[in-house]
């Protein structure tokens, strides 16, 4: 199983998987809404679908301007540092990838991420920590992985798994607010509607585990990334020894926030801070263990 | 009337899809053509640096001649090979004959030391790795072609789109068979 191949193909069905599940609970609330709300309750569902969509997709379209603000990323030319763009110029070679917009961003914890809605209008970023630990081969296996999320346009599927995930829980918000402020007279009217007290549960879960799954797909993409990347440089000792220089680090993020978490190589918040379930990013050891297994049996 | 209505749909439904396999076929091709146009920029590349970096290794170790004369002479014969087995063949062949010209470098302190050598050294190792990374995109595009040029459905279409099985780019590196890398 250690094929990157086999990983690849494995990943995607997973993320698809994930993705259908997304779809059923937006159904599931859907349903909620209609059998114990009646016409108001199916009044919601345009409008939180427009209000997530217009938001989500804003955010997808000026992802790269967007996120070099949040992050305080700044784009820079080849001149600025000719053996970073030497790197990221063998690894769009390898990928058969138009070169992307490189970016610096000004921190001492050494971490990357990848944005941009399509291979065209990529952006990919370092921090400073990053450039300045990492030797050749080990920043060869980064900017592959970042790549990968630009080649298995992520960002595209963090916005598909976002935007689900908004309608649900503005579906469910809505709803909440419609049962405490008169809810109950609309019941009053409709005898046959779907008892109220049975439409708060679903209501109260649908958002959570909706949140539960963006997170998991988030991990099914880095460890997506990971297996595509050593497909890009047939490496995979330089990512791993990559990953364990982020492991033995301590230092976090300074513009960091939960809502670019997910773009990152190593999650840049406080490990302590989030549970596994909700963490965006697999345990780094468990990356690093996958990667030791391509190294020794790369033909399995 | 409704018969010949379904006949025509039928027809006009192959056609399509005869179209799409066709049009799949030649971008295959296409791409296999670029792939191979790539490798050939980042042979040139290759190609370009050496007499600087010959130059530079001769201030130090003019002495470590066969290693300099067998650089030289890998980099003629690549120039002059037109067919592609002999563009990959002397492609391996300037791959080790400069790897063994690096492995000498590493005896002169002085020369691993100097300002030029330390800005080839960076020149060559992004070059060397854009010529295989270029070498291994290219066999992944002839691989994906082949393997349509070989199954059903495209393979029925292969005589209508003119495009066959392609060469893989095979270079003979005893590194690179040593490695613990993935070759496919």
């Given at each position: 199983?250690?094929?990157?191949?086999?990983?690849?193909?494995?990943?995607?069905?997973?993320?698809?998987g994930?993705?259908?599940?997304?779809?059923?609970?937006?159904?599931?609330?859907a349903?909620?809404?209609?059998?114990?709300?009646?016409?108001?309750?199916?009044?919601?569902?345009?409008?939180a679908?427009?209000?997530?969509?217009?938001?989500v997709?804003?955010?997808?379209?000026?992802?790269?301007?967007?996120?070099?603000?949040?992050?305080?990323?700044?784009?820079?030319?080849?001149?600025?540092?000719?053996?970073?763009?030497?790197?990221?110029?063998?690894?769009c070679?390898?990928s058969?990838?138009?070169?992307?917009?490189?970016?610096?961003?000004?921190?001492?914890?050494?971490?990357?991420?990848?944005?941009?809605?399509?291979?065209?209008?990529?952006?990919?970023?370092?921090?400073?920590?990053?450039?300045?630990?990492?030797?050749?081969?080990?920043?060869?296996?980064?900017?592959?992985?970042?790549?990968?999320?630009?080649?298995?346009?992520?960002?595209?599927?963090?916005?598909?798994?976002?935007t689900?995930?908004?309608i649900?829980?503005?579906?469910?918000?809505?709803?909440?607010?419609?049962?405490?402020?008169?809810?109950?007279?609309?019941?009053?009217?409709?005898?046959?509607?779907?008892?109220?007290?049975?439409?708060?549960?679903?209501?109260?879960?649908a958002?959570?585990?909706?949140?539960?799954?963006?997170?998991?797909?988030?991990?099914?993409?880095?460890?997506?990334?990971?297996?595509?990347?050593v497909?890009?440089?047939?490496?995979?000792?330089?990512?791993?020894?990559?990953?364990?220089?982020l492991?033995?680090?301590?230092?976090?993020?300074?513009?960091?926030?939960?809502?670019?978490?997910?773009?990152?190589?190593?999650?840049?918040?406080?490990?302590?801070?989030?549970?596994r379930?909700?963490?965006?990013?697999?345990?780094?050891?468990?990356?690093?263990?996958?990667?030791?297994?391509?190294?020794?049996?790369?033909?399995? | 009337?409704?018969?010949?209505?379904?006949?025509?749909i039928?027809?006009?439904?192959?056609?399509?899809?005869a179209?799409?396999?066709?049009?799949?076929?030649?971008?295959?091709?296409?791409?296999?053509?670029?792939?191979?146009?790539?490798?050939?920029?980042?042979?040139?590349?290759?190609?370009d640096?050496?007499?600087?970096?010959?130059?530079?290794?001769?201030?130090?170790?003019?002495?470590?001649?066969?290693?300099?004369?067998?650089?030289v002479?890998?980099?003629a014969?690549?120039?002059?090979?037109?067919?592609?087995?002999?563009?990959a063949?002397?492609d391996?062949?300037?791959?080790?004959?400069?790897?063994?010209?690096?492995?000498?470098?590493?005896?002169?302190?002085?020369?691993?030391?100097?300002?030029?050598?330390?800005?080839?050294?960076?020149?060559?190792?992004?070059?060397?790795?854009?010529v295989?990374?270029?070498?291994?995109?290219?066999?992944?595009?002839v691989?994906?072609?082949?393997t349509?040029?070989?199954?059903?459905?495209?393979?029925?279409?292969?005589?209508?789109?003119?495009?066959?099985?392609r060469?893989?780019?095979?270079?003979?590196?005893?590194?690179?068979?040593?490695?613990?890398n993935?070759?496919?």
């Amino acid at each position: 199983m250690a094929n990157f191949r086999a990983l690849q193909a494995a990943n995607k069905r997973k993320t698809f998987g994930l993705l259908f599940f997304m779809g059923l609970l937006v159904w599931l609330i859907a349903y909620v809404a209609i059998s114990s709300f009646g016409g108001t309750g199916a009044g919601v569902i345009p409008l939180a679908v427009g209000i997530s969509l217009i938001s989500v997709w804003g955010s997808y379209y000026a992802s790269d301007k967007l996120v070099l603000k949040m992050t305080r990323a700044k784009v820079i030319q080849e001149s600025d540092n000719p053996k970073l763009f030497n790197l990221v110029n063998e690894v769009c070679i390898a990928s058969g990838l138009p070169m992307p917009k490189v970016a610096i961003v000004e921190d001492p914890a050494p971490n990357a991420f990848a944005t941009g809605r399509d291979p065209n209008h990529a952006l990919i970023a370092f921090t400073t920590g990053l450039l300045d630990v990492m030797d050749r081969d080990e920043l060869q296996g980064v900017v592959a992985h970042e790549m990968s999320h630009v080649a298995n346009r992520d960002t595209l599927v963090s916005a598909i798994a976002a935007t689900t995930a908004g309608i649900i829980a503005l579906i469910s918000d809505i709803l909440m607010r419609m049962l405490w402020f008169g809810g109950g007279k609309n019941r009053d009217h409709h005898g046959n509607q779907m008892p109220i007290f049975l439409a708060i549960i679903p209501l109260i879960l649908a958002p959570i585990a909706a949140t539960l799954l963006k997170a998991a797909i988030s991990r099914k993409r880095e460890a997506l990334a990971d297996a595509t990347a050593v497909s890009f440089t047939r490496n995979p000792a330089g990512l791993r020894a990559a990953l364990e220089v982020l492991a033995r680090d301590n230092t976090v993020v300074q513009a960091r926030s939960s809502a670019v978490a997910h773009m990152y190589i190593e999650s840049p918040l406080d490990a302590s801070a989030a549970s596994r379930l909700f963490a965006t990013h697999p345990p780094i050891q468990e990356r690093i263990e996958i990667l030791r297994k391509m190294e020794s049996n790369p033909l399995n | 009337m409704d018969a010949s209505l379904l006949i025509v749909i039928a027809v006009g439904l192959f056609v399509i899809y005869a179209v799409i396999q066709y049009n799949r076929l030649v971008r295959l091709n296409v791409q296999v053509d670029e792939a191979f146009a790539q490798i050939e920029v980042q042979l040139k590349r290759r190609a370009d640096l050496i007499p600087n970096l010959v130059e530079t290794v001769k201030g130090y170790a003019s002495h470590e001649r066969e290693a300099l004369e067998n650089v030289v002479q890998a980099r003629a014969a690549s120039t002059t090979a037109s067919t592609l087995p002999a563009i990959a063949a002397a492609d391996g062949a300037l791959t080790n004959a400069l790897r063994g010209l690096l492995a000498v470098a590493e005896a002169y302190p002085d020369l691993k030391a100097s300002t030029n050598f330390l800005q080839l050294q960076e020149e060559l190792a992004t070059t060397e790795n854009k010529v295989s990374f270029s070498r291994q995109f290219y066999n992944e595009t002839v691989r994906t072609l082949n393997t349509a040029v070989k199954t059903i459905p495209t393979s029925f279409f292969v005589g209508l789109a003119k495009v066959g099985a392609r060469e893989f780019y095979e270079v003979d590196d005893p590194a690179a068979r040593n490695a613990p890398n993935v070759k496919f």
